[in-house]
């Protein structure tokens, strides 16, 4: 019975926590918050992809860094895609609405991703983490080519 409730008070938290993603006050919120979000996954990508081809001495604790803000991003930005979203100052193509399914699927593409990537951050060689980098920014790419103007 405890233990019950204790399932029921965590579903109720993560129904809190999906919700509060979703619902924003004007339209215009969600696009400044799915973009911020982006900004800073890419921004994160960006560092750790000039450390891996050497434009910046390697640092193993930044490239940890770099790793788990991306995977914490990684899964931010799609709730604040909702209905009524697509407005201006938006890049995001109108296949975003009507493709929904496969937007979704592209998002978890990435969010497979990204828990390899932490996890060669982690303990994984140079090689490893070059790897699941480049299996990281192909989902980047994927998703931008079919639905990213
Ligand atoms: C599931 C699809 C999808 C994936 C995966 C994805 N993006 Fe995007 N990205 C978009 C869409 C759609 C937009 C346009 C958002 C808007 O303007 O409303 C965007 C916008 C951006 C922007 C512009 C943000 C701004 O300043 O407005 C950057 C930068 C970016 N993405 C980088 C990345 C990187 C880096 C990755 C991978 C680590 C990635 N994206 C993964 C769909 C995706």
Redesign the pocket.
């Known amino acids: 019975m405890r233990s019950f409730r204790r399932l029921a008070i965590a579903l109720g938290l993560a129904t809190a926590a999906v919700s509060a993603h979703a619902s924003f006050r004007r339209p215009a919120d969600a696009?400044h918050y799915?973009?911020a979000a982006?900004?800073v996954?890419?921004h994160h990508?960006a560092d750790l992809g000039a450390m891996l081809r050497g434009v910046r001495p390697f640092d193993a604790a930044r490239a940890r860094l770099d790793a788990r803000v991306?995977e914490t991003m990684?899964s931010l930005p799609?709730p604040a895609?909702g209905p009524g979203t697509d407005v201006a100052h938006?890049?995001?193509r109108r296949s975003?609405w009507t493709e929904h399914a496969r937007?979704l699927q592209?998002?978890r593409?990435?969010q497979e991703a990204t828990p390899r990537l932490v996890a060669a951050a982690q303990g994984g060689s140079i090689d490893q983490l070059r790897a699941a980098f480049g299996q990281?920014?192909h989902?980047?790419k994927a998703?931008?080519d079919s639905?990213?103007h």
């Open positions: 696009v799915r973009r982006l900004l996954m890419a990508t991306i990684s799609w895609f938006t890049e995001a975003v937007f592209d998002a593409r990435l990281t920014v989902t980047c998703c931008h639905f990213r």
